[in-house]
């Protein structure tokens, strides 16, 4: 069974930083694209990042980019999103999802996290 | 962009729902999918590749449509599926989604 486990959520003062983690079971892990979508209250969903299995190749959203980072470990079945100069605008539940395509990175998600939350305020 | 009609759907159990999705430039079938999101839970995939239906997902959903208008019909309404439905390239940079319709009951 595919599970997906998002921590690392919290409150952050604008202009601070946090590290979310997805902790992975249940399938190949560095085989799948792996990607991090934001809902920020009562508003609808917001791709934020997409990461390769193999990790050479990350794509970003225009108002992450720059200043968020996703990375993971192969070793580890995890996935990562190192955000900085964090604002008002990236309070929001955090998903990870996994990518259906055995490979690529233009791919639905097919498997979600139950999500975590950033709240971003001082 | 995706743009999304209607915003909000009012329906009965048992109803027909159609759901549109449209695209601000011609996309291709295959990169256009559609999910559904229980309030209080994670997203979940129904239809990829415009009319493919993920796994275990009833024969209820189907997903049609080209260029750059996309639909998402349900045949029969269950209980389970008054939520919010958003629809989504994922063909380029940024992976898009639509702002979402709302099936609500009437």
């Known amino acids: 069974e595919v599970q997906l486990l998002e921590s690392g959520g919290g409150l952050r003062q604008p202009g601070g930083s946090l590290r979310l983690s997805c902790a992975t079971s249940g399938f190949p892990f560095s085989t799948y694209a792996m990607s991090w979508v934001r809902q920020a209250p009562g508003k609808g969903l917001e791709w934020v990042s997409t990461i390769s299995g193999n990790g050479n190749n990350t794509y970003y959203a225009d108002s992450v980019r720059g200043r968020f980072t996703i990375s993971r470990d192969n070793s580890r079945n995890t996935l990562y999103l190192q955000m900085n100069s964090v604002g008002a605008e990236d309070t929001a539940v955090f998903f990870c999802?996994?990518?259906?395509?055995?490979?690529?990175?233009?791919?639905?998600?097919?498997?979600w996290g139950q999500g975590t939350l950033v709240t971003v305020s001082s | 962009v995706l743009t999304q009609s209607p915003g909000t759907l009012s329906l009965s159990p048992g109803d027909r729902a159609t759901l549109f999705c449209k695209a601000s430039q011609v996309i291709s079938n295959t990169y256009l999918a559609w999910y559904r999101q229980i309030p209080g839970q994670a997203p979940r995939l129904l239809i990829y590749a415009t009319s493919s239906r993920d796994t275990g997902i009833p024969d209820r959903f189907s997903g049609s449509g080209s260029g750059t208008d996309f639909t998402l019909t349900i045949s029969r309404l269950e209980p389970e599926d008054f939520a919010v439905y958003y629809c989504q390239h994922y063909g380029t940079s940024p992976r898009t989604f639509g702002q979402g319709t709302r099936v609500e009951l009437k």
């Open positions: 999802a996994k990518g259906k395509a055995r490979s690529g990175t233009y791919t639905p998600l097919d498997h």
